[in-house]
């Protein structure tokens, strides 16, 4: 009986399914499209999700009532879709409204700035609130609202690549910056207060990642490594300024280090199709050579030269890379020593920032550390001369300049003697080589010569706890970057990809004003470049005098162009116009008062009969210029039947600046 009984019940079941449809299926959006989240600014505004196989999916940018941008796209048969938006620059915040016939998801508070990866290892994951003293620092006052950050912390690995990264958008509170990467958010917040304009990171860093799990196909020639698939493919959906990185003590001791690096961040900017994606890193901090480890019980040893060197490498050879030099931020010797993870993050956050604010953006004219350009060399004496010292070198303590060596045709390294020998140059002096042939600074496998062999064992000869104890800087106080070559070696000083020449206007007051459809950008070879601009043009207004700062975009560069636009009034006209018959022509005249600006005034004149009817008019654009005195003059014919002529001086949006002169014809 019972199974009878339980047969009706899954046979009508059956039969409601049957007649009761199924509802369609619902948006659903990844974790990088939510509430709090910054789009890029500037570039094609990328998005994706899930819905109704075959459904059209309408996307809105709305402020309000009002909508900014709209787009579409039809969801395929496995109910994946993909829509991109026009770009439009920074603002918000607005709402991002996904919606088909029969299902609406809207997104809150999403702000357009500029937005950047913040991957790498341990030293980028290192979380605000994990750095002791120097977090505070670091946190902020109040929630930073125009800074959003995307949090991500979990190590997770994948041999397919993922569609979504696990974390959630917030905005910059005290509590969201505890938990986010220090160099990352430091980075962010200087961006903020100079560019005036959202900023948004991602931070997708993992503790001990080498690089070859974050490789991706391009790189690899077969599908991305485990990280890659979990931590960068799901982002290179979505458009971003750059990427900031900071690793590479997980490859210390790799001798391809440099090879290896430029395949990662060709990789990288193949899988964002953005050949010229700016990819800034960080110099690897000082090694702290043989130090106590305490999960092990012994003494080991560490050494950073090898992977730095191998970045300075990638940097000379890459376009549009950027370093970051923290040579100067060691670890705190004492209570709570981590020898390899400094908690003095602030400063090299804030120099990844100049290095964008310099190298990507051109805003910048001093944002590079100093960095070895040439030398010339006679016996035991080498003259070293440095690109990026601006305004001079200088040592921080006052001092003579420490860490130089210098090696003969044998390759052995000795200590030499340095002054700051001009604005940017370094004169060595090493009495144990007779003629010098390399030279290096701040490399510790030259300061402290080690058996590779023994590198992690008790019987080596190196240092307990000893940094490279640096102490030259260039006039913007930022530290030499370390470096080893020959002394016939010649860098050259890097340059921004692209540089803009910043927009300023004068306006006259209520007139019209305008900016160009493109900009002439200097590329770093020195030839010029035309390219569309898209400017931030909201608040403008020429009724009143007033001085705005905007800026524009570049179409296809990341340079940013600041505009300056000053609204200024003037008399340009004084008196009272007039009107005189000389023949069959009406002459006028208009007397010039205080010209203050550059302007275009218009005499504009108007027939009548007698009834009052119009008959004809004409109109005389005069240019006039700062300081111009005398008259503005013009005549026309008169029309037969006219008995009443009226002159008006407008100005550039056709408003009257005087009253109406009239002159009755007989």
């Not at 530290?479 to 006259?508: G, I, M, N």
């Not at 505009?563 to 208009?590: H, M, W, Y």
């Not at 407008?650 to 109406?660: E, H, I, Y």
Request: net charge negative; with cysteine.
């Amino acid at each position: 009986m019972m199974k009878k009984i339980l047969m009706v019940f899954l046979l009508a079941l059956l039969l409601f399914s049957q007649l009761v449809p199924v509802s369609a299926a619902e948006i659903q959006l990844p974790n990088l499209i939510g509430d709090h989240m910054l789009l890029q600014q500037g570039k094609p505004i990328r998005l994706w999700g899930t819905a109704e196989p075959g459904a059209t999916v309408q996307i809105r940018l709305r402020s309000g009532s009002d909508v900014i941008l709209r787009g579409q796209a039809k969801a395929e048969a496995d109910g994946s879709f993909q829509a991109e938006l026009p770009a439009v620059t920074a603002g918000g915040p607005y709402q991002l409204v996904f919606s088909t016939s029969s299902s609406s998801v809207t997104v809150e508070d999403v702000l357009v700035g500029e937005l950047w990866v913040q991957s790498g290892q341990s030293n980028m994951a290192k979380l605000t609130g994990h750095t002791g003293s120097y977090a505070n620092d670091i946190l902020p006052s109040q929630t930073m609202d125009q800074i959003r950050l995307f949090i991500n912390t979990a190590d997770t690995q994948s041999s397919a690549r993922e569609k979504d990264l696990k974390g959630k958008w917030v905005t910059a509170s005290r509590s969201a910056v505890q938990n986010y990467s220090a160099v990352g958010y430091s980075a962010l917040d200087r961006l903020y207060q100079e560019l005036d304009m959202p900023v948004g990171g991602i931070c997708c860093a993992i503790g001990g990642a080498g690089m070859s799990s974050y490789q991706g196909p391009s790189a690899a020639g077969e599908p991305g490594a485990g990280r890659y698939n979990t931590k960068v493919a799901p982002l290179t959906r979505l458009s971003v300024r750059g990427v900031m990185w900071y690793q590479g003590e997980g490859d210390r001791y790799n001798k391809t280090f440099a090879s290896d690096f430029k395949k990662l961040i060709t990789s990288w900017r193949t899988d964002w199709q953005d050949s010229d994606m700016p990819f800034l890193f960080v110099a690897l901090p000082p090694s702290p050579m043989k130090y106590y480890a305490s999960w092990t019980g012994s003494y080991i040893m560490e050494d950073f030269s090898t992977a730095r060197l191998g970045q300075l490498e990638v940097y000379h050879e890459l376009d549009n890379v950027g370093i970051a030099v923290s040579m100067d931020c060691p670890p705190d010797i004492g209570a709570g020593f981590d020898a390899l993870h400094p908690n003095n993050k602030k400063p090299v956050g804030q120099r990844l920032a100049l290095s964008a604010l310099g190298l990507v953006y051109g805003l910048e004219d001093k944002w590079s550390s100093p960095l070895y350009q040439k030398a010339e060399a006679a016996g035991n004496q080498a003259t070293i001369t440095f690109s990026h010292a601006y305004e001079g070198l200088k040592t921080t303590d006052g001092k003579a300049p420490r860490c130089f060596m210098a090696a003969g045709a044998d390759g052995v390294f000795y200590e030499a003697s340095a002054v700051i020998s001009g604005e940017n140059t370094v004169t060595i002096t090493c009495p144990a080589v007779a003629q010098i042939k390399q030279i290096s600074y701040a490399v510790e496998k030259h300061m402290y010569p080690y058996d590779e062999s023994k590198l992690n064992t008790e019987e080596d000869t190196a240092v307990i706890d000893t940094y490279a104890d640096v102490n030259l800087v260039n006039s913007e106080g930022l530290p030499l970057c370390p470096f080893s070559c020959q002394v016939t070696e010649v860098r050259p000083e890097k340059v921004p990809l692209y540089q803009a020449e910043a927009v300023e206007q004068v306006v006259p007051q209520g007139d019209p004003y305008g900016l160009p459809e493109e900009v002439s950008l200097t590329k770093a070879d020195g030839s010029a470049v035309q390219q569309k601009a898209l400017w931030s043009l909201s608040g403008i207004s020429t009724e009143e005098e007033a001085v705005y700062t905007l800026y524009g975009l570049a179409e296809d560069a990341d340079v940013i162009i600041p505009v300056r636009i000053e609204v200024k009034g003037d008399t340009p006209l004084a008196g009272t116009a007039s009107i005189v018959k000389q023949d069959n022509k009406a002459v006028f005249s208009v007397p010039l008062g205080q010209v203050e600006v550059d302007r275009t005034l218009y005499l504009f004149a108007g027939f009548y009969d007698s009834q009052g009817k119009f008959l004809s008019a004409c109109s005389f654009p005069r240019q006039i210029t700062k300081g111009q005195t005398g008259q503005l003059t013009g005549s026309a014919e008169i029309p037969a039947g006219t008995s009443e002529v009226k002159l008006m001086a407008l100005n550039g949006n056709l408003k009257p600046f005087l009253p109406v002169a009239e002159l009755n014809i007989e």
